[in-house]
């Protein structure tokens, strides 16, 4: 994690051109957004802990509910949306890992609204997050399909044609915005090929193999190891992140679990299990 670190804090130094863009700090630039209800505060706009001299480090992990607003993510046999259903098992993560003294939890968005893809990795960079946990609940074209999945990134493209095809239906929630993505991702490519995202992506596998250590006994696994695919959400050059689809919305029986309070705390517990043993390790 240090090490990350300081590869990432000596790449402006060590490439002056990085130092000129906008993604040296990945502060894109987002299009405008929808209006929000009175009172609302944007997560990013939200500071994080001050931690005092002597102090044990507040960890920071960033949930983030996949869609939102105009864009309901994939929709189930009986009409059941998939930005609804992530929202709340995120909001379960925040309640569980409560208690604890040394995580703080942060959400990229606490309300039905919609965050362009790069923004939601510029709220976790803002946040100084040490793990980015994107929640999905999978559509897929054949209802059979069915299980849970964990995603890190791969900087070579999907590890099957299903995980291709996710990564494109994952990736088309910025059609709803006017953020030239190809333009973007063509400027990240290059820090792809940096020590600092190689040790990430690393660090993202560890994650995703914790995820499924936990998600497994309590729901059947679509893929038994971390799958690895392009979703820009997972582009952090510094943080260790994975996409967790949580069941297929699309198959009629997970349609049905999806939409059950006791599931959804139940996937939720999982994954904060998997995210104190991926700290535990991490510390060991």
Do not use: W
Not at 203 to 209: E, F, P, Q, V, Y
Not at 224 to 245: G, N
Not at 255 to 265: C, H, N, S, V, Y
Not at 270 to 282: L, Q
Request: proline residues 6%.
């Amino acid at each position: 994690m240090k090490r990350r670190r300081f590869l990432l804090s000596g790449l402006a130094f060590c490439t002056p051109v990085f130092a000129k863009e906008e993604f040296a700090t990945l502060k894109f630039i987002p299009a405008p957004q929808e209006a929000k209800p009175a009172g609302h505060t944007s997560p990013s706009t939200m500071a994080k802990k001050p931690q005092h001299a002597g102090e044990t480090h507040v960890k920071c992990v960033m949930i983030d509910p996949g869609h939102g607003g105009k864009d309901p993510g994939a929709v189930g046999h009986t009409g059941a949306e998939e930005k609804h259903v992530v929202l709340e098992i995120a909001q379960n993560i925040r309640v569980l890992l409560e208690p604890r003294k040394d995580i703080e939890v942060k959400l990229t968005r606490d309300e039905d609204h919609f965050i362009p893809l790069y923004e939601r990795i510029n709220i976790a960079h803002q946040h100084e997050a040490d793990i980015f946990l994107s929640i999905h609940a999978d559509g897929f074209t054949r209802p059979e399909a069915h299980g849970a999945s964990v995603f890190a990134l791969s900087s070579r493209g999907a590890s099957s044609t299903m995980e291709r095809y996710l990564a494109d239906k994952e990736n088309s929630a910025d059609d709803f915005t006017d953020i030239d993505v190809k333009t973007k991702d063509a400027v990240l490519q290059n820090v792809l090929f940096d020590l600092v995202q190689h040790n990430t992506i690393k660090d993202s596998l560890r994650l995703g193999k914790h995820m499924i250590q936990h998600i497994e006994p309590v729901h059947p696994m679509h893929s038994r190891h971390t799958e690895q695919a392009a979703f820009v959400v997972l582009k952090s050059p510094s943080i260790p992140s994975v996409l967790v689809e949580t069941s297929f919305i699309t198959n009629p029986d997970e349609e049905k679990l999806l939409g059950t309070q006791a599931f959804r705390m139940k996937i939720a517990g999982a994954i904060v299990k998997g995210i104190t043993s991926y700290f535990d390790d991490m510390q060991a």
